[in-house]
């Protein structure tokens, strides 16, 4: 069965940092684009970042509202996705998921996304 | 950019009874060369994640039922939920990806039982 599942989400403080991991089973992991959205409370979703495969560069794209401050990256042999959150704000409060597209090719051009995470919940706060 | 709006913002519909999402994107979405509309509907419920219910504007996901369609082309797009089910309580979104990743997701239409 094709899963991801993220982890790490917890309470910070505003200025401090958290990293979020996406663990991957069912599929090549080193094969697929990655992307990370969230949702915060009474919002609709929003996309946060997306890591390409190694096959396409592994390079990153960003969010305007959380550029500099967030980084994606990826380990292919443990099949995991990170997301490092530096320089937090209340605002960044949100469940974050990760999300899979369907197909290879899918790091060099937008598609439908058919795999989505359960999702961890960021909270910051002082 | 191109900007994804939906209307109406939200519905309330009585059980067994229609309910219609418009989507409209200010680009046409669809790609002349394979003639496909690069336009997916999502189903978000409280607690629980984006469910993918409909890609490339009609193609119903695996294992979504078949009361669920969606139509459309070039920059006006209807998720249609033939006879609402309470199970169907949730925001619905449409996701344009045309553009380069991830595209652009609409505000999120919500539908209750009235």
């Known amino acids: 069965e094709v899963q991801l599942v993220e982890s790490g989400g917890g309470l910070v403080q505003p200025g401090r940092s958290l990293r979020l991991s996406c663990t991957a089973s069912g599929f090549t992991f080193g094969d697929y684009a990655l992307n990370w959205f969230r949702q915060a409370p009474g919002k609709g979703l929003e996309w946060v970042g997306f890591i390409r495969s190694k096959a396409y560069g592994g390079t990153t794209e960003y969010a305007a509202s959380v550029k500099g401050r967030f980084t994606v990256s990826r380990d292919d042999p443990k099949s995991i996705a990170y997301l490092q959150m530096n320089s937090l704000k209340t605002e960044d409060t949100a469940v974050y998921y990760c999300t899979r597209p369907p197909f290879q090719y899918c790091s060099s051009t937008s598609c439908y996304l058919d795999v989505w995470g359960q999702g961890t919940t960021v909270t910051v706060s002082s | 950019d191109i900007v994804v709006t939906q209307s109406p913002d939200s519905l309330a519909v009585s059980l067994g009874e229609r309910a219609t999402i418009n989507c409209k994107s200010s680009?046409?979405?669809?790609?002349?060369?394979?003639?496909?509309?690069?336009l997916a509907w999502y189903q978000k419920k409280p607690g629980q994640p984006p469910k993918l219910l409909i890609y490339?504007?009609?193609t119903r996901e695996s294992g979504v039922p078949d009361r669920f369609s969606g139509s459309g082309s070039g920059t006006d797009f209807t998720l249609t939920i033939s006879s609402l089910q309470a199970e169907d309580v949730a925001v619905y979104y449409c996701?344009?990806?045309?553009?380069?990743?991830?595209?652009?997701f609409g505000p999120g239409t919500k539908v209750e039982i009235k």
């Open positions: 996701h344009q990806y045309y553009s380069p990743p991830p595209g652009t």
């Open positions: 490339w504007a009609s």
């Open positions: 680009q046409s979405v669809l790609y002349s060369s394979n003639n496909k509309n690069y």
